[in-house]
Structure formats: structure tokens, C-alpha cells
């Protein structure tokens, strides 16, 4: 018998009503249910991180989720980085310190940097390397990967620094 459950998923602020399978991955239902095909699937079992999304602040793999898991939770995929038609800091960052090359891990390492950085924008670089380690770039390009998050990393304390200074300091 087909049973099926109808969930409603949050994603980048805007409400989809899904009808799934209880089996159906949390990736499958944002990317076939909600058409949002930013988030890419790779090894379907936890380990390259090519789906990682943000789950109520968390970077979480979508592949290892349920959707009827995600029923009630702030989903942020890549599609909502880019805001007022600005990139977000750290896709301008992976662009200009080329941190991608095929592109095929890109979205998954973008959330994965977000979510560490808006937790914690003074991480130190060894806590850095070993959490953007989680993920696999079979291009290879780390290097360029690493370098853009810190860079993305300067600029999002930059940005929250000038926030924070009162306008009539000057
Ligand atoms: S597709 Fe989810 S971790 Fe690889
Ligand atoms: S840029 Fe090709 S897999 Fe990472």
C-alpha cells in the first residue's frame, strides 16, 4: 500500500506543502517536491556533504533527514543566499578566491561555511579546516575552498563590526 503523509517544509522562508512517502528524504522532497535543485545529492548516505542544507541553524545532510522529519523547522537551502540581488558574502568569497571549480560540492560547502560562520565568525583556522573537512570536493580544490571561507570570514566581521558602531561616533 502507498502511504503517503502530506507535510508542510519551510524552505528560505516560503511554505511548500509536500505529499511524500514517510521514506522520502528531506533532500529528494527539496529538490523533486519543492523543484529547488541547488541542493545536489552525491553518495545518498552521509559522507560528501554535497547536500548539506541548514536545518534551524544547523548544517545538516539532507540525505540522512526524512521530510516528515523537517515539518516545522527553518530549511535554508542555497537558493536563499542571494539577498536583494546580492551575493552573500561567502558565494562572492568562493568566487573571487575560486573556491569552485566543477561546482558539484559548491552548494553544500557554501551552507556548511554559513552555518559555521554565522555561529561562530572568529573560528580559528584549525577548527575551521577540520569542520570544511566534513565535506568532499572531488575536484580537490581545498586549498581555494579554505581560503575563501576565511576571507568570507573577514569580511562577515568587518560587516558586523561597522553595524555595530553607533552613527554618531563619526
Ligand atoms: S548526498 Fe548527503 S552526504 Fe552525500
Ligand atoms: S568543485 Fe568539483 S567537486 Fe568540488
Known sequence: MDVKAIVKLT??????????????????????????????IGCEHGVCGACTVIVDGDPVRACLMFAVQAEGKDIRTVEGLTADNELHPVQKAFMEHHGLQCGFCTPGFLMLAVAVLERDPDIGDDALIDILSSNLCRCTGYQNIVRAVRMAAADMRERSRCRDVPENKF
Request: with cysteine; net charge neutral; charged share 35%.
Open 11 to 40: 524552505v528560505n522562508g516560503q511554505d511548500y506543502r509536500v505529499d511524500v512517502e514517510p521514506r522520502r528524504t528531506l533532500v529528494d522532497a527539496i529538490r523533486r517536491d519543492c523543484g529547488l535543485t541547488g541542493t545536489h
